[in-house]
């Protein structure tokens, strides 16, 4: 049984497109993250989400919105797609908002925009 | 804000030989410490985490750092190295309260063990 589960895991699309990313994680978790890894590996939070509850919102442009339409979900949606968005996007769980919870990742959705 | 330093982009080292990874942060405020692996084409998973305690932290595979307050590191170890732990190393802190158990990384530093 995968943990924390995204779809698709590779996404190409043209630029100005609109495009969605799913997660899920069946571990009973309350709290959920989305993160984007650049092309040098750099990993940046990007929003979480507690109880459905919007909880962190880094500097992320608008064009992306995520929605929690319950604890177990929480997608990525992107509006207007540009070349810098191309990247790998992972989601994550944990138990709870806490610090020091151990995160759990999924295995990543690879996004190419040309 | 936090952030954190992995001086060493790349470690080469030959297989059953010791390595050292190393993590250096900035925090203004009390932070957790964690050390993440990635395999390629992988998610990330938790090798360890540091609390509170022992400043000794022993992990999964036979990894363990130590936190070293004095100097804001938390470098990784391990007394021999295999083959199957050639993937991406990833240091982590993150605040102890008011940071909604956000994670800041380093950049990562790709292990490569070698016959």
């Known amino acids: 049984d995968t943990a924390v589960s995204q779809t698709p895991k590779y996404l190409v699309t043209q630029m100005g497109n609109d495009k969605s990313i799913k997660c899920e994680q069946n571990l009973g978790h309350d709290t959920m993250y989305w993160y984007k890894q650049d092309s040098k590996k750099f990993l940046k939070i990007m929003f979480s989400y507690n109880n459905k509850e919007l909880i962190i919102n880094e500097t992320v442009p608008n064009r992306f919105s995520p929605k929690s339409p319950d604890k177990a979900h929480l997608n990525l949606h992107i509006n207007s797609l540009e070349l810098g968005d191309s990247a790998v996007y992972f989601c994550?769980?944990?138990?709870?908002?806490?610090?020091?919870?151990?995160?759990?990742f999924g295995p990543g959705t690879r996004l190419t925009v040309l | 804000a936090q952030s954190v330093t992995q001086l060493d982009s790349q470690v080469p080292v030959f297989e059953e030989a010791p390595v050292e990874l190393r993590c250096n942060y900035s925090?203004?405020?009390?932070?957790?410490l964690f050390w993440y692996v990635q395999y390629p084409n992988q998610g990330l998973q938790l090798l360890l985490k540091?609390?509170?305690?022992?400043?000794l932290v022993k992990g999964i595979n036979g990894f363990e750092a130590e936190f070293n307050k004095s100097q804001t590191s938390f470098h990784l170890r391990k007394p021999s190295v295999h083959i199957s732990d050639t993937a991406e190393y990833f240091c982590?802190?993150?605040?102890?309260?008011?940071?909604?158990?956000?994670?800041?990384f380093g950049t990562g530093t790709q292990l490569k063990v070698e016959l």
């Open positions: 994550a769980s944990s138990q709870d908002v806490i610090a020091g919870n151990t995160q759990y």
């Open positions: 540091y609390l509170s305690g022992s400043t």
């Open positions: 982590a802190v993150s605040p102890v309260t008011g940071g909604g158990n956000k994670l800041t």
């Open positions: 925090s203004s405020v009390s932070v957790y």
